[in-house]
C-alpha cells in the first residue's frame, strides 16, 4: 500500500464526514510516524552518517562492476526517475561505456502518463528530451530484471520493502552518490520550474559522481 502524501489525506478529508475524520486521524497519524520510523532508520543504520554513507555507495559501485540492467524508480515515473535514466544513458555514451543498460520505472499508475511541462523544459537545459516519455508502472518481472536498482527517497523505500522485499539487496537511494546532502531527492511534481531546475540538477550530479567511481573501478579492472 502506497502512503498518501499530506495533500492526498487532505484531499480525502473535505470528502469526509466528522464520523470519517475521526476514523482518518490515527491513520494520518501512523502515516506521520512509519515515515519518521524509515527516516530514522536511514540515519542510524544506512546512509546519513559519513561511514554509512561512504560504505553504502562503495556496495552500489561494486554491485554495479557486474550489473548490466540498472533501473531509477520513482513514485509515478514522470519527473525524476525517467530523468535519471535518459541523463545516466547520455552519460554512459560521452564516456564510451557500452557495459551497462538504464530504465526507470514508478510504483503507481499515472492518469497522465507523460512528463510534465515543467520537466520537460528543465530537462532541456542538461540536453534530455522527455517529451515523448511515458510512464511505466514497476512490475515484479522488472524488478527482477535489474541488477541494480536506484530509488529517489524515504517513499520510495517504504513502497519498495513492501511491494518488492525479495530485491532490497540490489536497492540504494541514488543520493548516496552527492555527499553531504540530504539524503532525498524530493519529487518536483506540481512545482515551479525552478524546483524542476534544483532537482534535475542534483540528480545529474549524483549520477555523474556514480560514474565517476564505476569508471575508476573498471580502469583498475583492467589494468
Not at 539487496?169 to 518536483?188: A, K, N, W
Not at 524542476?196 to 549520477?207: E, G, N, R
Request: glycine letters at 2%; aromatic letters at 10%.
Amino acid at each position: 500500500m502506497c502512503v498518501p502524501t499530506l495533500s492526498e489525506f487532505l484531499t480525502r478529508v473535505r470528502s469526509k464526514s466528522l464520523t470519517d475524520l475521526i476514523r482518518l486521524a490515527p491513520q494520518h497519524a501512523w502515516t506521520v510516524l512509519n515515515r519518521r520510523a524509515i527516516a530514522a532508520y536511514y540515519w542510524n543504520d544506512l546512509h546519513v552518517t559519513p561511514f554509512a554513507r561512504t560504505r553504502r555507495r562503495h556496495d552500489a559501485v561494486q554491485q554495479l562492476r557486474s550489473s548490466q540492467e540498472v533501473l531509477f524508480l520513482c513514485h509515478g515515473n514522470i519527473c525524476r526517475s525517467p530523468f535519471a535514466e535518459r541523463y545516466a544513458r547520455k552519460e554512459l555514451s560521452s564516456r564510451g561505456i557500452n557495459t551497462l543498460n538504464v530504465s526507470s520505472a514508478g510504483f503507481v499508475d499515472m492518469n497522465n502518463p507523460r512528463s510534465p511541462r515543467n520537466a520537460q523544459s528543465a530537462a532541456e537545459a542538461f540536453d534530455i528530451d522527455l517529451t515523448d516519455h511515458r510512464s511505466v508502472k514497476a512490475t515484479d518481472a522488472i524488478i527482477e530484471a535489474a541488477d541494480l536498482i536506484f530509488l529517489m527517497d524515504y517513499r520510495n523505500y517504504h513502497n519498495f520493502t513492501t511491494h518488492f522485499p525479495q530485491a532490497i539487496d540490489r536497492m540504494f537511494l541514488l543520493r548516496i552518490f552527492e555527499p553531504g546532502s540530504t539524503m532525498q531527492l524530493p519529487d518536483p511534481n506540481g512545482n515551479s520550474s525552478s524546483v524542476f531546475d534544483t532537482v534535475y540538477a542534483d540528480i545529474a550530479a549524483c549520477i555523474r559522481s556514480l560514474i565517476d567511481e564505476y569508471e575508476s573501478v573498471i580502469s583498475k579492472d583492467l589494468t
